[in-house]
């Protein structure tokens, strides 16, 4: 499993959200997934993507969602196979707040598309704008992907966990939502059919006539902080700069304070 190679990236992060790797007596242990059986075809691939002996089965029963639901489990043995995966970084038991992401090299858009398919969401909100989210417990991960979609999209995420469930829920709306589904989901990459589907779809939409347009911070320059601190006055600088005065009563703060250095030539 060379995570350098998207389909094994994009595996081994579908792996971390929702497999599980179980330990048995002496060397036997064994390897877990189990998905809505609509979605087989994706264990079929990750079949054939292994060069050991494994299975996949089905079967129906009640649920607290559905009177019938049938799901297909995808289950390898191999203690060499599972070796490699724990040594990746697959824990064995409940690994829900543990996963952190690879420590070696690897493709990042597939890893973390394997964990959006695994453990995300990728649609179309009540009011109908695009959004691509994540749910994880994991720290390690919710950084991950707030560092990596910010570089996609330019988009910052304070990361905070809920106080229903103590979980990171990671929310891009709209263009932003846009830009990181058609990074993620490219054309023939390996992932949920659904999914991809979807994504492909968020593409489609347009912001409509009349709709704010998402805030775009505005960076301070030197020169702004020479007017700034020249005029001593937050109501007098957002008249010359064209900036609100409550943002300039903030900036001023800062550079008396120190929390930002001065202009070079005070």
């Known amino acids: 499993m060379d995570l350098t190679v998207p389909e094994y990236a994009y595996m081994f992060g579908f792996l971390q959200a929702d497999g599980h790797l179980a330990k048995g007596a002496g060397h036997k242990g064994r390897l877990t997934v189990e998905i809505n059986a609509r979605d087989v075809e994706l264990l079929r691939r990750f079949q054939k993507l292994t060069p050991y002996y494994s299975s996949i089965s089905e079967r129906t029963r009640s649920t607290n969602f559905a009177e019938t639901h049938t799901s297909a489990t995808w289950t390898l043995c191999s203690l060499e196979a599972r070796t490699r995966l724990n040594e990746l970084g697959l824990p064995y038991g409940r690994k829900s707040g543990t996963i952190t992401p690879p420590g070696v090299e690897f493709s990042p858009r597939d890893y973390l598309r394997g964990l959006i398919d695994a453990d995300g969401s990728v649609g179309f909100t009540s009011k109908g704008l695009p959004f691509v989210s994540l749910t994880t417990a994991s720290t390690a991960i919710a950084a991950y ?37 058609s990074h993620l989901y490219y054309a023939d990459c390996l992932s949920l059919e659904r999914k991809q589907a979807t994504a492909d779809s968020l593409g489609t939409w347009s912001r409509p006539a009349g709709m704010r347009a998402a805030h775009t911070q505005r960076r301070w320059n030197e020169r702004e902080d020479r007017v700034l601190l020249e005029l001593n006055s937050a109501k007098a600088a957002a008249d010359e700069l064209g900036r609100t005065t409550q943002s300039c009563n903030l900036r001023l703060w800062r550079l008396r304070t120190g929390q930002v250095p001065l202009p070079s030539d005070q």
């Open 145 to 181: 992907l707030s560092d990596y979609a910010k570089e996609v999209t330019g988009a910052a995420r304070i990361l905070k966990r809920n106080t229903r469930d103590s979980v990171y829920n990671l929310f891009y709306t709209v263009e932003l939502a846009q830009s990181l589904a």
